[in-house]
DNA sequence: TAGATTGTTAATCGATTAACAATC
DNA sequence: TAGATTGTTAATCGATTAACAATC
């Protein structure tokens, strides 16, 4: 039962909580305090505590957190099991890496197809499928009506393509286009990669680290 | 002259603003009020001034900021002339796409080498840099003195490859691998990129459109 | 000068941390 | 029961926003 609004930085959390207690049950651990798991995920307990309290009192008082209980909870929340139909939109380096080496499936996802623009491309096939031409998309979307969108096109594209996604159904975008995508309808979910821009940061800190420290 | 020590909020914003002033000196627009900036950001022009002045006063009282100025400044902050020697350690779907899809140059950084432990990889050519096996990263390391490393290697052999380049003079990860590095020294700067844990935080906003919205 | 817009200080808001009673 | 650890409230901290005097 989530409270009505949970923080954007909790979201954020989420995923991570969800990948160490993957490796804590892999690793055939059986139970977690928040206490040792704040040392693992350099957090404090305290974050840890009141980022679960948000869901639900998963814990148990003297005994700490059923790893595969909570993970499983946290899957749940997230929609892992939820399997929504996905499509790429370009088929360029990006789009084929992306295509080849995200695990869709373990992450609430299922690649459907993928398009592109350029006929020397389609027919190609990544991941198991065949690139299809941008021109099916109407009907490809008609029929197996996915609601999962990835942009790995142009900036000078991106905000046409997402206008006629979203006519077609689509309700979440992961951005890697140099565009920033802010959803104009409210029922849109956008999340913006910026790539260019998580390697500036890391010049930004490289530098700093070679003039002070 | 910097304050001794900006926020990370500060400074995860500022590509950003590269960015856009970027655009808008494209367009040929020669300045610019922190409200018109603001609009066009989405947001406040409270937090323009205020994340500006963290480096000092780069705007002119009832005129506003100088586009190309500004952009030139936050430049020189980010340090895009610095030209970091660079490094790709994996050359597979990811670590390709990498090397051809960023422009590093803008990004002060320079692509110098690429590096895979597969011999049927190396010997390709990628980005116009043929790819090295690893065990001649020691060797490349004492000619070309790379700072910033790229890791695009599978999780069990991140920590390692780590440990083993910050012996060789690397000081800041870009690090796309689904290990959290975390850097035990503290003159190495880490920035991890994790696009399972981002397409899994869309999931989880995709289904809350679905459920509530 | 008058109008505009900055730089900067003060107020607000939200997120993190600390503390502790509840309880397994 | 005693010890451990949660769930939750209260305190702190930092980041964002608002306000306004300085000044171009």
């Keep these: 039962m989530p409270k009505n609004s949970i923080s954007e930085s909790v979201i954020k959390r989420l995923p991570r909580y969800y990948r160490f207690l ?19 995920m350099k957090l404090t307990a305290s974050q840890i505590r009141q980022d ?28 892992v099991d939820r399997q929504l139909p996905t ?4 088929a360029g380096n990006l789009g084929k890496a992306i295509a080849a080496h995200i695990n869709f499936e373990t992450r609430g996802c299922v690649l459907k197809g ?8 389609t027919g190609e096939t990544v991941a198991d499928i065949a690139v299809r031409h941008i021109d099916e998309l109407e009907k ?18 991106t905000q046409e393509i997402a ?5 077609l159904g689509i309700r979440a975008f992961w951005n890697f ?3 920033d995508l802010s959803a104009k309808h409210s029922s849109v979910a956008v999340e913006n990669v910026h790539l260019g821009d998580s390697l500036l940061t890391l010049t930004y800190r490289a530098n700093q680290m070679t003039d002070n420290g």
Aim: glycine share 14%; aromatic share 8%.
């Design 140 to 157: 490809f979307c008609r029929d197996k009506k996915p609601v999962v969108a990835v942009l790995c096109i142009p900036k000078a594209a």
């Design 87 to 90: 499509i790429i939109i370009g």
């Design 22 to 40: 993957g490796e804590l049950m892999n690793s055939g651990v059986e139970r977690i305090s928040s206490g040792q798991l704040s040392e693992l």
């Design 114 to 121: 993928i398009f592109d623009i350029d006929p020397k491309i």
């Design 177 to 179: 286009s140099h565009y």
């Design 52 to 79: 679960l309290n948000c869901f639900g009192g998963f814990g148990q008082q003297g005994y700490g957190y059923n790893v595969a209980g909570l993970r499983e909870e946290i899957g749940r929340i997230l929609g």
């Design 163 to 167: 206008d006629r996604l979203v006519d």
